[in-house]
Nanobody
């Protein structure tokens, strides 16, 4: 059973910073890529940042220059450093593990964490 657990969310003032973390656990053979998504009330879930197994990254235009995604050395963890936060960053942030295999011969699958709330307000 594969599980993703996010942490690090909370309430911050505009201009503040938060660091989100996500840890994947279970019988995991490999993870192709990991990403952070966010979903505000009444809106669709959108990609915020993505990191491939090779370390390539991409970001939504709205967070470029402010957010940084990284993976731990064990490669089953992913972080999102969020700086210069704005009220429009308020959302539930979800971790995603893409292309997860429990063995070399297993079919790959994708997993979502349950989300962590980030609220940016004065």
């Amino acid at each position: 059973q594969v599980q993703l657990v996010e942490s690090g969310g909370g309430l911050v003032q505009p201009g503040g910073s938060l660091r989100l973390s996500c840890a994947a656990s279970g019988s995991i053979f490999s993870i192709n890529a990991m990403a952070w998504y966010r979903q505000a009330p009444g809106k669709q879930r959108d990609l915020v940042a993505f990191i491939s197994s090779g370390g390539s990254t991409k970001y939504a235009d709205s967070v470029k220059g402010r957010f940084t995604i990284s993976r731990g050395n064990a490669r089953n963890t992913v972080y999102l450093q969020m700086n210069t936060l704005k009220p429009e960053d308020t959302a539930v942030y979800y971790c995603r593990a893409d292309g997860v295999r429990t063995s070399w011969h297993s079919k790959d699958d994708d997993y979502w964490g349950q989300g962590t709330q980030v609220t940016v307000s004065s």
